[in-house]
């Protein structure tokens, strides 16, 4: 059973992983059954959520999604919850449930984008299946397989009198977004009152054609839509539109803030890739150097304009993101760790971070995290996921064990989780030198093992490069399962076939990429040639009057 985490996603106090063969690990404070342990007590490492009993007799099912909101979780295979449920965000019943339970209304409701409003009304429909889910403050989003969302719990909806003014309306079955009818809803994120989501301009999503809307309340400007008043019906934010020179890839939301990850949809030579926040900023939560709120999106400048993000997350009054070639930064509350002022750094140490700050790998050279796969923020910690998904750091506040550590103090840097593979990992290697103190070594075996350590960071340094030169080219993560089958069967890689097959098998949009990537490397190496042949020029001439000659 793999242990590889593949991935995250981070509550108010707690956090869950979701591994490679579809098991999920929780940790953290286990009030209200958050945890999904059956048990209200708190864990201090990573434990296995068990869901035996709750499936109909069909054993255990293998999940694909996890997501984590103040008090609630809901996992998806189908969808399952567990934890606080007071204003239904567990979508079934009344009752908080301290294990897993499925949620039966997606059975009995059909897809918007199929149906029409009366059919829906009379439940002629198909079980429903669902590809994503978001959780945050107390409502949960699930988008299905034919890009529908789905709302419930505590969640904006217009009001019953005037459906210009929104209100906060709990729900405890999944509700459509009919708003979206006809188009695809790509990314969704919610805050403690506010929603954003990525939608297909068109029908069908087709690559950077994704419009951003916003709605739920505003009072802090967190809907990007230049004022403070509150939205009952999603509005497009001007800045994310169809015409916008910027995709949207990633979204994410904060208590009362919103951070977006995009990349231009045209390039010449490099990707430039860039995060936007806005809505609440008097805790640095922004990243734009003041304390000041803003009311429409505005580019996080103290991030390195040649960094290509792909992990966005935002805390309750922090933010965070990741680098595909393993660089952290986050910004906000008592430098940018979500922490307390009463219960963190101290002296000149203390205060909210206005910029972004650099967390750092404390076991490699640089303090780049190795092949980096994703982060996600709680209330005040911070969980990234790297070493392909074999490793887990955390840092901030340690109160009930959320950091994974097996003991409750804060911690201001990244430290490693007590990951169950790193533990088995610890066992094996502590039973490995048991036996070899007790064989006794020899200067081969020595020589072997600090070769295996050589390799070792020779592949971690391929892996991360190979992954920046995957999204640099392609636009998204390099995934393992989608590598040529030819590497696996054959000694032989045949680059040019599997170029003809990539080609073959890409869209428009992505041959376009392709085609824009190669004419910027070769527009850069022309450029390069004409500067090194000025340069010699120079030098010649320069040369040649030193000596007295004309040249």
Known sequence: MTKKVVSIAAGEAHTLALTGDGSVFSWGRGT??????GKETDELSPVRVSFRGGSGGRGEPKFVG?????????DDGSVWSWGYNIYGQLGHGEENSSVPKIIEQFKELGAPNSLSRDQNANRQTTPLKVSSIKAGGMMSLAIDNLGALWIWGNSPQPSSTEEEIFSLVSSSSPLPVWDFHGHTVVKVACGNEHVVAAVSAGENFSGTDL???AWGNNNHGQLGLGDKEGRARPQAISTFGEDSPWAIYEISCGAFHTAILTHKKSYDQEIESRCWTFGLGENGQLGHGTAMSTSLPEPVDGLPMETIL???DCGLFHTSVLS???EVWSWGMEKG????????????NAGDALFPIRHRCSETPGGLFPVPVQLACGAAHTVLVAGDGEKLWAWGRGRSGVL????????????????????AGLKR??????SFHRSGSSSSETSAMEELSVLREKLTLMERYATVLHVSIFRKSLDQRNLPKSLYDSEVFDIKRELENVMEAADTDELARLKMFYEGMLSAVKDRLMKRRIQEVVKEYIRSLSLGRQP
């Open 211 to 213: 419009v951003c809307y």
């Open 337 to 348: 760790l979500g922490l307390c002022p009463d219960a963190s750094l101290a002296g000149d």
């Open 429 to 434: 290697n502590y039973e490995s030198k048991a």
């Open 404 to 423: 994974g550590r097996g003991q409750t103090a804060d911690s201001f840097v990244p430290v490693p989780l007590m990951w169950p593979s790193l533990e």
């Open 32 to 37: 209200f059954g958050r945890l999904g342990t």
């Open 324 to 326: 595909a070639s393993g």
């Open 310 to 312: 792909i992990s966005l």
């Open 66 to 74: 996890v997501a984590a909101g103040a008090y609630h979780m809901a």
